[in-house]
């Protein structure tokens, strides 16, 4: 790990987030419990046992999924490095040769990309998982990609010891 300037790994944190899937858990959990093991009729217009269990399976999956995502940034000399697993299994490689502009800077991640995640929007790509600050990459040909950052004052420090960006 010589050499690395800045390192982070984020995750989901919204706490919104997290009560949201905890309760649509929770509340099928009930139903399965409730249809399965009771013989009770779960809702008042209930689904049958085998398309609860598939909601809910799927419903569980999606919220593996969300405790699996992660982005991590790396910053060498060489260039950037992000990952936005499990999307990518490994780490894309953006060298400051192909870099026009590199900097740090705040946003708004509903506004300008439609949330938080892998994102596609009118500002560019965005790479986010929370907060509103970024690191933003203007490439040769005027492409944008934002790759959030949870430290975006030691991301600026590191920003100021790359060689290839001292002008």
Same mark, same amino acid.
């Given at each position: 790990?010589?050499?690395?300037?800045?390192?982070?790994?984020? #995750?989901?944190k919204?706490?919104?987030?997290?009560?949201?899937l905890?309760? %649509? /858990?929770?509340?099928l959990?009930?139903?399965?419990?409730?249809?399965? =093991?009771t013989?009770?009729?779960?809702?008042?217009? *209930?689904?049958?046992?085998?398309?609860? $269990? %598939?909601?809910?399976?799927?419903?569980?999956?999606?919220? %593996?999924?969300?405790?699996?995502? #992660? $982005?991590?940034?790396?910053?060498?000399?060489?260039?950037v490095?992000?990952?936005?697993? *499990? =999307?990518?299994?490994?780490?894309?490689?953006?060298?400051w040769?192909?870099?026009?502009?590199a900097?740090v800077?705040?946003?708004?991640?509903? #506004?300008?990309?439609?949330?938080?995640?892998? #994102?596609f929007?009118?500002?560019? +790509?965005?790479?986010?998982?929370?907060?509103?600050?970024?690191?933003?990459?203007i490439? *040769?040909?005027?492409? +944008?990609?934002? %790759?959030?950052?949870?430290? *975006?004052?030691?991301?600026?420090?590191?920003?100021? /010891?790359?060689?290839?960006? +001292?002008?």
């Amino acid at each position: 790990m010589d050499g690395i300037l800045f390192n982070e790994q984020q #995750r989901f944190k919204q706490w919104w987030l997290w009560l949201i899937l905890l309760a %649509i /858990n929770a509340t099928l959990l009930f139903g399965l419990y409730k249809q399965l =093991f009771t013989q009770e009729q779960f809702g008042a217009n *209930p689904m049958d046992d085998s398309t609860l $269990l %598939i909601v809910s399976a799927f419903t569980f999956a999606i919220s %593996i999924l969300f405790f699996c995502f #992660r $982005l991590d940034t790396r910053i060498d000399e060489e260039g950037v490095y992000v990952r936005f697993f *499990p =999307f990518h299994l490994s780490f894309k490689h953006y060298s400051w040769a192909n870099i026009s502009n590199a900097a740090v800077r705040q946003y708004n991640p509903i #506004r300008e990309y439609g949330g938080w995640g892998l #994102r596609f929007g009118l500002f560019g +790509k965005a790479y986010n998982v929370s907060g509103d600050y970024g690191l933003q990459l203007i490439f *040769p040909d005027r492409q +944008k990609l934002l %790759i959030g950052t949870g430290k *975006p004052e030691k991301l600026k420090k590191a920003l100021e /010891n790359i060689s290839p960006l +001292k002008r």
